[in-house]
């Protein structure tokens, strides 16, 4: 029997791998040292078990290790990278551009950078969710420092042209900064073939413990810096005060050598089972799948399903764990602004459903999903008088509907 509910919103956070989990378990209690405390073996072994899992983290996407700098997250590695630079490079200039698709933690780093005398262009990125060079070229001027556009999107999975943008920003001397979080350990990525100055991802998205996380911050060709947002200690060459979360590093080292080895074979799989389940749902008609199918991470489908209620489909599908169309601000009924930035109706946004799969997600719970979304959709269907004009050949946007 299959363990209901089943978890498909990896996208949120991954579980912890059993091997992370082991190899962190010792620095709890036994070695339970400051990695900074320079005077005796406890600091000792703690500040070598730092050493290494930076090793392994910096191998992961070809950097250096002292390129990584270790913080709380990619909220926080968003934060330090857009105000950061935004502080480090105020004399050079003060326009950043992003995108409307990007994650909260840049779009508000960026609002907030704002009421400090940043100028900030949000670009629209097209129906399939990907920007274009064209675009970005279009919007670069004399003052911008910084472009921060994200590697693969967390709601529908688009991965940006990097290598393309990375050129572009080059070649007008400008920073790129790229929110990594959902490509990380998914896919090959590689901050020196990238081109990539600056870049946030996190251990819970990658079977690793949450609270870690890190910003790649570039060393040579060019040399960045960005100005430190958390004063203190100076840990973290002086970018990020605070006692370093040492347990949690050790995992996040552990994790990235999982995906090292694991990447390549796990993402064959995963996109089997996505393509799987994509082909499946949409044999039922008026199903579309978000966002661009050739340009995107192996584990991640966002769907939508027309005709149907998007709260009746939340709960029509509460045995399986996934996101809504109103994925992040899932409190409030605001349908998701991604999927509104690709240009669909509040409709269509409301009946979408993100679908997350993992290293731990077996063909069973697929098969689970793919009859429980079927059966939640036929039978919302069959309540909806819209769905019902529909068969009956209406046009639904020749209707006019009485005001009330
Ligand atoms: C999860 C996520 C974040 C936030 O990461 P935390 O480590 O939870 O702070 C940022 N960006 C993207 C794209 C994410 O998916």
């Known amino acids: 029997m299959l363990k209901t509910p089943i978890y498909l919103d990896n996208n949120a956070t991954t579980p912890m791998d059993p091997r992370v989990l082991e190899e962190m378990l010792p620095f709890f209690n036994e070695s339970f040292g400051n990695a900074a405390s320079r005077n005796h073996s406890f600091g000792w072994t703690a500040e070598e078990a730092v050493d290494y899992a930076r090793e392994r983290v910096a191998k992961l996407i070809n950097s250096s290790p002292k390129e990584i700098i270790f913080t709380s997250g990619a909220t926080e590695s968003d934060n330090l990278a ?3 630079v935004f502080e480090m490079y105020a004399a050079k200039g003060n326009h950043i551009i992003t995108v409307a698709t990007e994650h909260k933690a840049v779009l508000d780093s960026c609002k907030h950078v704002e009421k400090l005398g940043a100028q900030v262009t949000y670009l629209t990125p097209s129906a399939d969710g990907l ?42 001397n400008i920073l790129l900064h790229t929110d990594a979080t959902q490509a990380v350990g998914k896919i090959p990525v590689d901050v020196e073939a990238d081109g990539i100055d600056l870049m946030s991802f996190s251990a819970h998205k990658m079977y690793g413990p949450k609270g870690v996380g890190a910003l790649y911050v570039r060393r040579k060709n060019p040399r960045v810096k960005v100005t430190a947002q958390m004063d203190g ?12 979360n040492v347990p949690g590093i050790v995992g996040f080292g552990k994790a990235c050598e999982l995906c090292m080895n694991e990447m390549e074979s796990e ?46 489909l939340m709960m029509g599908v509460k045995d399986i764990a996934v996101s809504s169309g109103s994925a992040c601000t899932s409190a409030s009924l605001e349908p998701s602004y991604v999927l509104k930035s690709l240009g669909l109706d509040d409709d269509l946004a409301h009946s979408s459903l993100r679908f997350g799969l993992g290293r731990f997600t077996t063909d069973e719970e697929v098969d689970y999903a793919i009859n429980h979304v079927k059966t939640a959709v036929n039978k919302l269907r069959e309540m909806s008088p819209l769905w019902e004009m529909f068969k009956d050949g209406i046009d639904l946007k020749s209707v006019e509907w009485q005001e009330h």
């Open 131 to 172: 920007v274009s060079i064209e675009q970005i070229k279009e919007a670069i001027r004399p003052e911008t420092i910084l472009i921060t556009i994200m590697y693969g999107n967390n709601e529908i999975g688009v991965v940006q042209p990097m290598q393309e943008i990375s050129a572009l920003a080059r070649a007008n």
């Open 233 to 244: 200690g100076g840990h973290e060459r002086g970018m990020r005060s605070g006692t370093l």
């Open 82 to 84: 857009i105000k950061g």
């Open 267 to 312: 993402a064959r799989r995963l996109s089997a089972m996505r393509d799987r389940l994509e082909a499946e749902l949409l044999t039922m008609e008026e199903s579309y799948v978000n966002g661009n199918r050739n340009h995107r991470l192996p584990h991640v489908s966002n769907i939508s399903f027309k005709y149907v209620e998007g709260e009746g």
